[in-house]
T-cell receptor, first 114, second 113 residues
Framework: AQKITQTQPGMFVQEKEAVTLDCTYDTSDQSYGLFWYKQPSSGEMIFLIYQGSYDEQNATEGRYSLNFQKARKSANLVISASQLGDSAMYFCAMREYNFNKFYFGSGTKLNVKP | KAGVTQTPRYLIKTRGQQVTLSCSPISGHRSVSWYQQTPGQGLQFLFEYFSETQRNKGNFPGRFSGRQFSNSRSEMNVSTLELGDSALYLC????????????FGSGTRLTVV
């Protein structure tokens, strides 16, 4: 089974609108962390937001928030008020702390339209 | 503090040659991982080093090797280059057991001709 699943290869959003990028995960490790990275065309992976498996509240970082539903094993990224500079690939990732493993999803390419 | 530094940024090599890529992690980070990214295969894990020891290894042929030095700097070597090795190679570092993921470098874009 895939450890990280991102079912949206590509998405379009209108500038200033909100967008949700989906991510589901699979793990038997009780201690894990979920991450979202942004990769613009330049290639660098930019860390956006983190959610620990024991965190009860959803993480937020500026315009980014992570909708964490532990029972459903989902960790969707919500970007509010999209900007043209948000156009990039977005990767969901998981770190299993007890198993010491790190997994990436296949990514979602987000295009923000003016 | 300085981020993860990868050198060189771009590289063009000929089939059959070998190449060495370098990665300097964030100061204090002892774990360094390498990933290969291609349009067709996405991000694929190569290997991870911690305190000069290879801790994890992905499913790549033996032509791909790496090492880590006592200052945590890491090198990745690819011998007998093939056209399919053309990719973006990303290095990432992390603290030992911290609650954060990896910090990535800007990558080395390797083109094999």
């Amino acid at each position: 089974a895939q450890k990280i699943t991102q079912t949206q290869p590509g998405m379009f959003v209108q500038e200033k609108e909100a967008v949700t990028l989906d991510c589901t995960y699979d793990t038997s490790d009780q201690s894990y962390g979920l991450f979202w990275y942004k990769q613009p065309s330049s290639g660098e992976m930019i860390f956006l937001i983190y959610q620990g498996s024991y965190d009860e509240q959803n993480a937020t970082e500026g315009r980014y928030s992570l909708n964490f539903q532990k029972a459903r094993k989902s960790a969707n990224l919500v970007i509010s008020a999209s900007q043209l500079g948000d156009s990039a690939m977005y990767f969901c990732a998981m770190r299993e702390y007890n198993f010491n493993k790190f997994y990436f999803g296949s990514g979602t390419k987000l295009n923000v339209k003016p | 503090k300085a981020g993860v530094t990868q050198t060189p940024r771009y590289l063009i090599k000929t089939r059959g040659q070998q190449v060495t890529l370098s990665c300097s992690p964030i100061s204090g980070h002892r774990s360094v991982s390498w990933y290969q990214q291609t349009p067709g295969q996405g991000l694929q894990f190569l290997f991870e080093y911690f305190s000069e020891t290879q801790r994890n290894k992905g499913n790549f042929p033996g032509r791909f090797s790496g090492r880590q030095f006592s200052n945590s700097r890491s090198e990745m070597n690819v011998s007998t280059l093939e056209l399919g090795d053309s990719a973006l190679y990303l290095c990432a570092s992390t603290s030992s057991w911290g609650n954060y993921g990896y910090t990535f470098g800007s990558g080395t874009r390797l083109t094999v001709v």
